[in-house]
């Protein structure tokens, strides 16, 4: 049964503290995204990569946040330091592209609950 | 503005009831998404098309290109189904925008 996942799925931190989070897309995908979900904004994207490179992180602050996929089976999004508006959940999900204007069709981790205290 | 509307935020049936959710986008898209959040927060694909209808069991969704109009239809709701319903488009640079979601609550 393939599936995302991530770890931590909880995770409490002081601010100021680095803070990473890691997923394991479904094997095979090319792409791998990284929202971010707050009561207020909703589902956000902070990036996208395809078959390892970045593409998209346009929706990511760059100056504390950043996102890697060392090798094809993990994607890291860092935050450092962390503060408490960075408080949300964050999912990735991955997906298969098959040409460069494919709609791409996503499957979701169980997300990363975050608190920045 | 938002490049994603959806219609209604909330939405309350009795179980047996024939549901629609609609979403309206002004992007042009390569394609749409419907998402389900289940109260615990896991958030599952529904759909993803780029043009006419697309059936899985009770689900229907439907996309009308011309009008940038989509419509997800749920048939003999089930109180199973009470989650929070997502569209979402993505255009040709795969940019992503995300409608803020409609509650649906079914009563048994």
């Known amino acids: 049964d393939a599936r995302v996942t991530q770890t931590p799925r909880h995770k409490v931190t002081e601010m100021g503290q680095e803070v990473t989070m890691r997923c394991q897309p479904i094997l095979g995908h090319n792409t791998v995204f990284w929202y971010r979900q707050t009561m207020m904004q909703g589902l956000e994207l902070l990036a996208y990569?395809?078959?390892?490179?970045?593409?998209?992180d346009s929706g990511m602050p760059k100056d504390r946040f950043s996102a890697e996929m060392p090798d094809a089976t993990l994607a890291t999004l860092k935050i450092q330091p962390s503060e408490p508006r960075d408080s949300a959940v964050y999912f990735c999900?991955?997906?298969?592209?098959?040409?460069?204007?494919?709609?791409?069709?996503?499957?979701f981790g169980p997300g990363t609950r975050l608190t920045v205290l | 503005k938002n490049e994603v509307e959806q219609s209604p935020q909330n939405l309350t049936a009795q179980e047996g009831e024939f549901i629609t959710i609609n979403c309206s986008y002004s992007v042009g898209i390569s394609a749409l998404h419907w998402l389900q959040q289940h109260p615990g927060g896991g958030i599952v694909s529904l759909f993803m098309?780029?043009?006419g209808k697309k059936k899985h069991g009770r689900l229907i969704a439907t996309i009308n290109i011309q009008e940038k109009h989509s419509s997800l239809h749920i048939t003999a709701s089930h109180p199973r189904d009470s989650a929070v319903y997502i569209c979402?488009?993505?255009?040709?640079?795969?940019?992503?925008?995300f409608g803020t979601g409609t509650s649906l609550t079914v009563i048994p």
């Open positions: 990569f395809r078959n390892r490179a970045p593409l998209d």
């Open positions: 999900a991955s997906g298969l592209v098959r040409w460069r204007e494919e709609g791409n069709e996503q499957f």
């Open positions: 098309l780029s043009s």
């Open positions: 979402a488009v993505s255009d040709p640079g795969n940019q992503f925008y």
